[in-house]
């Protein structure tokens, strides 16, 4: 009974050592795809802050300018504060995104 488990134990012990180096392997290069993308994010968040930070704050003045003050009234009021909400949030989810790829 010893000579045929021992093979398999053989076998065993020889898949378990390869599983844990390929996770081993895998998680290494998980980590160095994730800070390679998270230095890149954080490289540019100074000028993608500002960018997206002005371009809502201009549409939402503009716009209740344009509504309350001049009185366009062919001024696509609803598309620019839309537009200008979809910046703020895309600044929320950048900053998400650093946090989650963060080490």
């Not at 390929?22 to 290069?29: D, R």
Request: aromatic share 12%; proline share 5%; glycine share 4%.
């Amino acid at each position: 009974m010893d000579a045929t488990n021992a093979p398999s134990t053989t076998h065993d012990t020889f898949l378990r050592t390869s599983t844990s180096a390929g996770q081993g392997t895998l998680s290494v290069a998980l980590k160095a795809i994730r800070l390679t993308v998270f230095a890149i994010l954080a490289v540019f968040e100074p000028i993608i802050r500002v960018a997206l930070s002005v371009l809502a704050l201009v549409g939402i003045c503009l716009s209740v300018f344009n509504r309350y003050v001049v009185y366009a009234p062919h001024f696509p009021f609803w598309l620019v504060i839309g537009m200008s909400t979809g910046c703020a949030v895309a600044l929320v989810t950048y900053y998400r995104l650093m946090r989650f790829l963060a080490p």
